[in-house]
């Protein structure tokens, strides 16, 4: 009996050690800070922006379109990235999107945005970012597209909570990091270690601006289940295209993926 004892001590005490170091460290296990290529520096370099948010200096990307930014003609996307993200990786391709201005800013602690990410931090520039673009570029609300790519869907969500903007994109979407979490670990108590929780779920049926959801139908990081359930508790119109035989990661590569964002857009503005 003794030794039983001795062996459940050991037990408690290891697996007391591993759920104490995932709490500490799950912001490294959740954000993968990326630097800027230097041909990105290069190639997008008289578009670049700084903005103060909250002790931080972000800094990112405004491409306008050769139409006014204000014009019905001529939306604005907002793009919020993936976890490993550095975002001019897809600022890149954001030509394929027709007829639209945009900006791209990365978050603290990614390219060269100062801090370190956390998501109250993350939400908290987000409307910020939102914010100046409108004030200081004239923009109206109504004419930006949030578009957040994975962890960034959260990102759009949030920020569709609190301002009143045209449409979204959630590209590869997931409910909450909590749902997502407890999928891919499910002998660990998430629910009471995970501190950055972006919970679309229950900000999704307040939410009654359009929105589309691109799905890959081969998710290996986000399973399908986790998007649809954000889909179908939406408050307004939502559309959902799954791109079959895509990953998490190579979405974008796939012909659909450009050709319903622009459908979409088209039937916005």
Request: aromatic residues 10%; proline residues 5%.
């Amino acid at each position: 009996m003794g030794v039983i004892l001795e062996i459940a001590k050991i037990v408690l005490i290891v697996a007391g050690a591993v759920l104490g170091l995932c709490y500490l460290f799950q912001s490294k296990l959740i954000f993968f800070p990326r630097k800027i290529p230097d041909q990105s520096r290069a190639l997008f370099k008289e578009h670049g922006v700084r903005i103060s948010s909250h002790g931080c200096e972000l800094h990112g990307w405004f491409v306008r379109n050769r139409d006014s930014v204000t014009s019905a003609t001529s939306p604005l996307v907002i793009y919020y990235g993936g976890n490993a993200e550095e975002v001019s990786d897809s600022l890149s391709e954001a030509e394929k999107i027709r007829r639209a201005s945009f900006l791209f800013m990365n978050y603290r602690g990614y390219g060269d945005s100062s801090g370190r990410p956390s998501e109250q931090g993350i939400l908290a520039d987000a409307l910020t970012v939102f914010d100046w673009v409108v004030a200081e570029h004239g923009v109206e609300p109504k004419d930006v597209v949030l578009m957040g790519r994975s962890l960034g869907s959260g990102v759009a969500v949030h920020v569709a909570s609190r301002r009143r903007v045209g449409a979204l994109i959630l590209v590869t979407p997931f409910d909450s990091l909590t749902s997502v979490a407890k999928a891919i670990y499910p002998f660990l108590p998430v629910e009471r270690l995970l501190r950055h929780r972006f919970d679309s779920l229950a900000l999704a049926p307040a939410i009654d601006r359009p929105m589309l959801a691109i799905i890959a139908g081969r998710d290996e990081i986000i399973p399908n289940p986790n998007s649809f359930n954000l889909v179908n508790a939406w408050g307004g119109p939502a559309e959902t295209v799954v791109v079959k035989g895509a990953g998490h990661n190579d979405i974008s590569l796939y012909n659909a993926y450009f050709r319903e964002i622009n459908r979409f857009m088209d039937s916005i503005f």
